[in-house]
């Protein structure tokens, strides 16, 4: 993948993980029990630990916890390994947005100077603006299924393109994690 897809995708997934928090003051959406970028939380832990690189840090720890809960849900289905989400778009594009991320982080630059999409994770919470940004990444129709959200269709062969609409389809935001995935090979 080129590296303006790579970010872009990297950017929802950060967003998205940092959104799903829930043990944030004020709390967040609390699809994960985490705290990892508040500033008692993660954010004191890793600025001691990795005071160069704890911006990264915190939003990558976030984003573990974020696949975590997302693993868990696909896991509850036969076919898991079909699934594509946010989180798991296949080996390979995982591993690339690994690589991004590890690049990004020895950079020295900042999260939101890298990434200016991620902004919106130093900013105070407010559900409604994280509802509009969703809302303005596309309007998919899922469908309910035993896992999630099943967006109709092939997984969209561009990983940009189906990235947003995985997020796109995380509204109406819920208090449980709302799994979003394509299913491929119906």
Do not use: C
């Amino acid at each position: 993948m080129e590296r303006d897809a790579l970010d872009e995708v990297l950017t929802l997934q950060l967003v998205v993980a940092w959104a799903g928090e829930g043990k944030t003051d004020p709390p967040r959406l609390g699809w994960w029990r985490t705290a990892l970028t508040d500033e008692f939380g993660g954010e004191d832990l890793f600025k001691r630990l990795t005071p160069r690189t704890w911006r990264w840090a915190v939003l990558e720890a976030a984003r573990a916890a974020a696949r975590k809960v997302d693993a868990e849900a696909r896991n509850q289905a036969a076919d898991a390994d079909r699934m594509f989400s946010l989180f798991r778009l296949g080996f390979a594009i995982d591993e690339q947005l690994d690589d991004r991320l590890a690049e990004l982080k020895r950079s020295g630059h900042d999260p939101a100077e890298a990434l200016p999409g991620l902004a919106r994770t130093t900013a105070a919470w407010d559900r409604d603006r994280f509802v509009a940004w969703l809302a303005s990444l596309g309007s998919p129709e899922p469908v309910a299924s035993s896992v999630g959200r099943r967006l109709e269709g092939e997984l969209p062969a561009a990983a940009t393109q189906a990235a947003r609409a995985l997020a796109a389809a995380m509204a109406p935001v819920t208090d449980r994690y709302p799994a979003p995935h394509f299913r491929a090979g119906r």
